[in-house]
């Protein structure tokens, strides 16, 4: 079926692995690619929405907040798709 479910299914799946990615080799400049894939999938669904607040959220729980310090995940936000 075309809808637009399969498509916010394989931005899903398509951010999860960019961000997987980004947590374990740290390249920076994934966080640009993560910002476009979630731009893409805003254009599909708002419900993705909900997945970047949840990175969010996990990166200032845990360890890993030292990651929010760098201009990366703002440029990334800010990213234009």
């Known amino acids: 079926m075309f809808q637009t479910v399969a498509f916010d299914e394989v931005v899903w799946a398509v951010a999860l692995l ?8 740290g390249e920076r400049r994934l966080w640009l690619v ?15 929405a909900a997945l970047p607040v949840a990175m969010f959220l996990g990166l200032l729980v845990t360890q890993r907040r030292a990651m929010l310090l760098t201009p990366w995940p703002w440029l990334g936000a800010a990213s234009p798709s």
């Not at 960019?18 to 080799?25: A, E, I, K, N, Y």
């Open 34 to 48: 993560l910002g476009l894939v979630v731009g893409v999938g805003l254009e599909t669904k708002f419900t993705i």
């Open 18 to 25: 960019v961000f997987v990615r980004l947590l374990g080799d």
